[in-house]
Each structure stands twice: as structure tokens, then as C-alpha cells.
């Protein structure tokens, strides 16, 4: 075969238009793109999504099946709804404001909250976030309940989940129902998660401009580095101190490709 016919042509040719339908993830987790993506729909078995005028539901085809199959998950366990918050726009990059991350369609936001009743589209653009932890006291607060629990437990139970982001109070309480689950050791203690978690998937397969983050120590993560998160409370208020909108270098696929 002439090299001008080669499948590396070809593979080359497929990452340069997205168009042809290609789904990735390119560049790191906090400055990246997609290519490709999904919305995740309004709503489904087990699910809503929230705020969706922000247009934050577009999600790499992998994060798109885990939300779905998730929701399923949450349906036979006979829990209330999950309400799905930011995923990424839809050719990623960062957002005009809050959170560095979600730039590559693999992170995603599921708030602890039970649904609106009647979760009517206008509750479910205007829903208010509801803490689970008391910050004067320190403690988790009443709301969180075994549901929370069963919630994020299914949500860590995906083999395609990297990490799962959760207040330091949030992964304690996970690590006193399920013990030793091999699992817990993707929920990342961090402040700030007090009223939803964040959902981060590995790169999936084939994804060959997707940046990995280093794999978590083995082990629960419920002993030593908990306790030190525990701790030290005061990252917990800078945490919320105001930043600059954060505008990070992107690989050279997604320059010309996200939108300011
Ligand atoms: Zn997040």
C-alpha cells in the first residue's frame, strides 16, 4: 500500500475535523476540549438536568452512558431522582465563571439534593443548592441521609470513574458505612463539595490527546490523609475566596475550536 493511503493518514485526518465524527477528549482535565460531544437529555430514568439554559450538558459519550446508566442504577434502588448540574459546553474549555475543571466532557456535577416536587422545568432552572454540612459546627448536617450515601456509593462503583470529589466530612461518613469497599479510595476528600459531588472518568480508551491524572494511592483514603484534610479547616474558607476568571493555555487542537 502506498503511504499516501495509510490508516495513519487517515486516523490523522479524523483528529483535525471534528466533523467526522470522532468523539474525544483532548488536553488535561483543567485545560482542554471535546470533540464530538452529547448533551445529555433533560431527563430520563433516575435523572434531571439542572440549570440546563446554562447549556453545561454536553459530555463525552463515555460521562454520557455513565450518567444514564447511573440514573438507571438510582431508579432500582428505589432512590429520588439525581439531579445532574454542569457537565461542559459543548466543545469544553473552560466556563466564563466558577469551576476550573470540566473542560474535556469527562467531569460532571450531581448535586446531594432530592429533586423539586413537582420537578416543573422552571423549578428544576431556578433550584437552590442545599449544604449537607453545618460549616459552624462542622458536621454534616441532618439532610444527608442514607440516600446521599447510596447515591454516591453507586456513582463510585463504575470502574470508568477516576475520581469522585467530596467534602472531607462526606468521604468520613462513606468510609464509616462501607469499611474497607475498594471503591472508596475514588472518593477524593475536598473542600467545597459540601452540596453536590463531582464525577471525573478516566481517559477513555483510544483517547490518545486526553491527559491522565496520576492514579489515586491504593488503599481506602480513609485513614491518615483524611484526617488530615479533617483538620485543617481552613481551606475550607479559602476554598470560596473569589477568583480570577481562569484562562488557561490549550493544547493546539482545541485553539481556533473553543469558543471564548
Ligand atoms: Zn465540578
Known amino acids: 500500500m502506498s503511504k499516501w493511503f495509510s490508516p ?11 466533523s467526522l465524527g470522532w468523539a474525544q477528549a483532548v488536553g488535561g482535565y483543567a485545560a482542554g476540549c471535546q470533540f464530538d460531544a452529547r448533551a445529555l437529555p ?13 447549556e453545561r450538558f454536553y459530555g463525552q459519550p463515555a460521562l454520557i452512558d455513565y450518567l444514564q446508566t447511573l440514573g438507571k442504577k438510582v431508579e432500582q434502588a ?9 457537565i461542559a459546553r459543548e466543545r469544553g474549555g473552560p466556563f466564563a465563571s466558577g469551576h476550573r475543571s470540566h473542560q474535556t466532557g469527562l467531569d460532571a456535577d450531581i448535586w446531594l439534593r432530592s429533586p423539586p416536587k413537582p420537578p416543573h422545568p422552571r423549578r428544576l432552572e431556578n433550584i437552590s443548592a442545599v449544604d449537607m454540612v453545618n460549616h459552624s459546627l462542622y458536621i454534616l448536617s441532618p439532610q444527608f441521609t442514607d440516600r446521599q450515601r447510596q447515591l454516591i456509593a453507586l456513582a463510585a462503583q463504575d470502574p470508568r470513574v477516576s475520581r469522585i ?11 464509616n458505612t462501607y469499611g474497607q469497599a475498594p ?10 463539595h459540601s452540596s453536590h459531588f463531582h464525577v471525573r472518568l478516566h481517559c477513555p480508551a483510544g483517547d490518545k490527546h486526553c491527559e491522565p491524572q496520576p492514579k489515586v494511592a491504593p488503599g481506602t483514603g480513609c485513614g491518615s ?12 474558607l479559602s476554598s470560596k475566596a473569589p477568583g480570577k476568571p ?13 469558543k471564548p
Open 8 to 18: 495513519l493518514w487517515l486516523v490523522l485526518l479524523a483528529g483535525a475535523i471534528p
Open 42 to 54: 433533560a431527563k430520563g430514568p433516575g435523572f434531571y438536568v439542572i440549570r440546563g439554559s446554562r
Open 78 to 86: 428505589q432512590l429520588p431522582p439525581m439531579l445532574v448540574a454542569d
Open 165 to 175: 470529589f467530596v467534602h472531607p466530612l462526606i468521604k468520613q461518613a462513606m468510609c
Open 183 to 192: 471503591w472508596l479510595n475514588r472518593l477524593r476528600p475536598w473542600f467545597g
Open 225 to 236: 490523609e483524611l484526617t488530615s484534610w479533617i483538620r485543617d479547616k481552613s481551606g475550607a
Open 246 to 258: 481562569y484562562r488557561p493555555v490549550l493544547p493546539e487542537q482545541c485553539q481556533g475550536w473553543v
